[in-house]
Protein backbone atom coordinates (compact mmCIF):
# COMPACT_ATOMS: atom_id res chain seq x y z
CA UNK A 1 0.00 0.00 0.00
CA UNK A 2 1.14 3.27 -0.92
CA UNK A 3 1.43 5.87 2.34
CA UNK A 4 1.86 9.08 0.10
CA UNK A 5 -1.37 11.40 -0.75
CA UNK A 6 -2.04 11.54 -4.78
CA UNK A 7 -1.26 15.25 -5.32
CA UNK A 8 -3.83 17.21 -7.78
CA UNK A 9 -1.88 20.03 -9.30
CA UNK A 10 -4.62 21.40 -11.31
CA UNK A 11 -6.76 22.74 -8.13
CA UNK A 12 -4.22 24.87 -6.74
CA UNK A 13 -4.65 27.68 -8.98
CA UNK A 14 -8.21 27.55 -8.88
CA UNK A 15 -10.45 29.92 -6.69
CA UNK A 16 -12.44 28.25 -4.00
CA UNK A 17 -16.10 28.22 -4.55
CA UNK A 18 -17.81 30.47 -1.65
CA UNK A 19 -21.18 30.61 -1.90
CA UNK A 20 -23.84 29.23 -4.31
CA UNK A 21 -21.56 28.60 -7.03
CA UNK A 22 -19.58 32.20 -6.83
CA UNK A 23 -16.05 32.58 -5.86
CA UNK A 24 -14.52 35.20 -3.79
CA UNK A 25 -14.44 37.70 -6.80
CA UNK A 26 -17.54 37.37 -8.41
CA UNK A 27 -19.10 37.48 -5.03
CA UNK A 28 -17.33 40.76 -4.24
CA UNK A 29 -17.98 42.00 -7.98
CA UNK A 30 -22.03 41.10 -7.50
CA UNK A 31 -22.02 42.47 -3.52
CA UNK A 32 -20.52 46.04 -5.25
CA UNK A 33 -22.68 45.66 -8.22
CA UNK A 34 -25.91 44.91 -5.82
CA UNK A 35 -24.97 47.45 -3.23
CA UNK A 36 -24.10 50.66 -5.34
CA UNK A 37 -26.92 50.21 -7.44
CA UNK A 38 -29.97 49.57 -4.41
CA UNK A 39 -28.54 51.37 -2.10
CA UNK A 40 -29.36 54.88 -3.67
CA UNK A 41 -32.48 53.64 -5.02
CA UNK A 42 -34.13 52.75 -2.01
CA UNK A 43 -32.99 55.67 0.02
CA UNK A 44 -34.15 57.94 -2.16
CA UNK A 45 -37.69 56.44 -2.29
CA UNK A 46 -37.75 56.33 1.16
CA UNK A 47 -36.79 59.75 1.88
CA UNK A 48 -39.34 60.78 0.02
CA UNK A 49 -41.57 59.19 2.18
CA UNK A 50 -39.85 60.20 5.05
CA UNK A 51 -38.44 56.92 6.74
CA UNK A 52 -34.36 57.22 5.06
CA UNK A 53 -33.43 54.53 7.78
CA UNK A 54 -35.79 52.24 6.10
CA UNK A 55 -34.38 52.74 2.76
CA UNK A 56 -31.33 52.02 4.10
CA UNK A 57 -32.41 48.41 5.38
CA UNK A 58 -34.32 48.01 2.59
CA UNK A 59 -31.73 48.61 0.30
CA UNK A 60 -29.71 45.68 2.21
CA UNK A 61 -32.27 43.35 1.86
CA UNK A 62 -32.31 43.83 -2.09
CA UNK A 63 -28.56 43.64 -2.18
CA UNK A 64 -28.29 40.23 -0.39
CA UNK A 65 -31.37 38.89 -2.61
CA UNK A 66 -29.54 40.30 -6.01
CA UNK A 67 -26.43 38.52 -5.12
CA UNK A 68 -28.79 34.98 -4.53
CA UNK A 69 -30.14 34.95 -7.84
CA UNK A 70 -26.87 36.31 -9.25
CA UNK A 71 -25.29 33.21 -7.73
CA UNK A 72 -27.99 31.14 -8.72
CA UNK A 73 -28.03 31.89 -12.36
CA UNK A 74 -24.23 32.16 -12.23
CA UNK A 75 -24.56 28.44 -11.10
CA UNK A 76 -26.98 27.33 -14.13
CA UNK A 77 -24.44 29.26 -16.50
CA UNK A 78 -20.97 27.82 -15.46
CA UNK A 79 -22.57 24.14 -15.03
CA UNK A 80 -20.31 21.95 -17.65
CA UNK A 81 -18.41 24.59 -18.84
CA UNK A 82 -14.83 24.88 -18.85
CA UNK A 83 -13.11 26.58 -16.07
CA UNK A 84 -13.83 30.65 -16.75
CA UNK A 85 -15.97 30.32 -19.60
CA UNK A 86 -18.00 33.09 -18.79
CA UNK A 87 -15.65 35.50 -17.93
CA UNK A 88 -13.74 34.91 -21.19
CA UNK A 89 -17.47 35.10 -23.40
CA UNK A 90 -18.31 38.51 -21.42
CA UNK A 91 -14.99 39.49 -22.98
CA UNK A 92 -15.66 38.25 -26.28
CA UNK A 93 -19.00 40.45 -26.27
CA UNK A 94 -16.99 43.30 -25.04
CA UNK A 95 -14.56 43.07 -27.78
CA UNK A 96 -16.91 42.16 -30.48
CA UNK A 97 -19.25 45.62 -29.26
CA UNK A 98 -16.12 47.84 -29.32
CA UNK A 99 -16.37 48.15 -26.02
CA UNK A 100 -12.90 46.96 -25.12
CA UNK A 101 -9.62 46.67 -27.28
CA UNK A 102 -9.40 43.53 -29.04
CA UNK A 103 -6.59 40.92 -27.28
CA UNK A 104 -8.18 37.94 -27.81
CA UNK A 105 -6.96 35.80 -31.19
CA UNK A 106 -10.26 34.64 -32.60
CA UNK A 107 -9.25 34.41 -36.22
CA UNK A 108 -9.90 30.84 -37.61
CA UNK A 109 -7.44 30.16 -40.09
CA UNK A 110 -5.23 27.36 -41.45
CA UNK A 111 -1.47 27.78 -40.21
CA UNK A 112 1.29 26.42 -42.55
CA UNK A 113 5.18 26.35 -41.12
CA UNK A 114 6.14 26.39 -45.08
CA UNK A 115 8.82 23.82 -44.69
CA UNK A 116 10.32 22.66 -47.75
CA UNK A 117 12.08 19.78 -48.74
CA UNK A 118 16.09 20.68 -49.34
CA UNK A 119 17.04 18.39 -52.88
Known amino acids: MESEIAFIPDRLNE ?3 IYIGMTNS ?17 LLIAS ?3 KGILGLAAGTGLAFATMW ?18 VMSIAAWLEDHGLKPQTMIRKTAVWD ?3 KVRT
Not at 28 to 39: N, T
Request: glycine share 10%; proline share 7%; net charge positive.
Open 113 to 115: IRR
Open 69 to 86: LVGKKLRVLKRGKPKQFH
Open 48 to 50: LLG
Open 15 to 17: EPV
Open 26 to 42: ELKLAGMVSVAFWIPVC
